[in-house]
């Protein structure tokens, strides 16, 4: 079955950065785009950007632009979201979710990793 | 980027009852509106693709309609499972979107 597994629990002063991985299981793991999204404790979603785990092409939503940066390792089919120069705001549970339809970059997300909370906070 | 507003911003109703939950998107997406619920601790489960697909694995008592700027999901008869958060995406424009969620409580 499909799956995505990420890291753990992080908590980061400001201005540092952090990195959290997703691995993918149960499916080709370069036919699908990967997405990142964040949810800030009691908000709606917010979109931070895309990749192409065949191609490592990105897409980066205008807001996080300069600050985020997608990766991926296919030979252990993970996907790596990195965000620097945090601030107390960026505190939230960051997913990544897979993209429903294959080779589709702009879909809607059928599988989602359990999130990841992270805490900027001095 | 589009703005989806969801309404209302909460719902209380009593198992048994149907619910409508309304997104309205700023302009026209044709079809390509999803729907999704959230439950506390939990990442969200897609519910509805393309407007009015259900999900592979979602009951028949969740539907969706609609078509350009208004959507509607409806759960015809409401269970205790079903009191949760729910919000829409937008995915016919970059970036996507989505809604502030409509919170769905037991009456």
């Known amino acids: 079955q499909v799956q995505l597994v990420q890291s753990g629990a992080e908590v980061k002063k400001p201005g540092a950065s952090m990195r959290v991985s997703c691995k993918a299981s149960?499916?080709?793991?370069?036919?699908?785009?990967v997405h990142w999204l964040r949810q800030a404790p009691g908000q709606g979603l917010e979109w931070m950007g895309i990749?192409?785990?065949?191609?490592?092409?990105?897409n980066y939503a205008q807001k996080f632009q300069g600050r985020v940066t997608m990766t991926r390792d296919t030979s252990t089919s993970t996907v790596y979201m990195e965000l620097s120069s945090l601030k107390s705001d960026d505190t939230a549970v960051y997913y990544c979710?897979?993209?429903?339809?294959?080779?589709?970059?702009?879909?809607?997300?059928?599988?989602w990793g359990q999130g990841t909370l992270v805490t900027v906070s001095s | 980027e589009i703005v989806l507003t969801q309404s209302p911003g909460t719902l209380s109703l009593s198992p048994g009852e149907r619910a409508t939950l309304s997104c309205r998107a700023g302009?026209?997406?044709?079809?390509?509106l999803a729907w999704y619920q959230q439950k506390p601790g939990q990442a969200p489960r897609l519910l509805i693709y393309?407007?009015?697909s259900r999900a592979t694995g979602i009951p028949d008592r969740f539907s969706g309609s609609g078509s350009g700027t208004d959507f509607t999901l409806t759960i015809s008869r409401l269970e205790v499972e079903d009191f949760a958060l729910y919000f829409c995406?937008?995915?016919?424009?970059?970036?996507?979107?989505f809604g502030q969620g409509t919170k769905l409580w037991i009456k």
């Open positions: 393309d407007a009015s």
């Open positions: 979710a897979r993209g429903m339809v294959r080779g589709v970059s702009m879909t809607n997300f059928d599988y």
């Open positions: 990749i192409n785990p065949s191609g490592d092409n990105t």
């Open positions: 995406q937008q995915y016919g424009s970059l970036p996507t979107t």
């Open positions: 149960g499916y080709t793991f370069g036919s699908y785009y």
């Open positions: 302009r026209n997406i044709n079809i390509f």
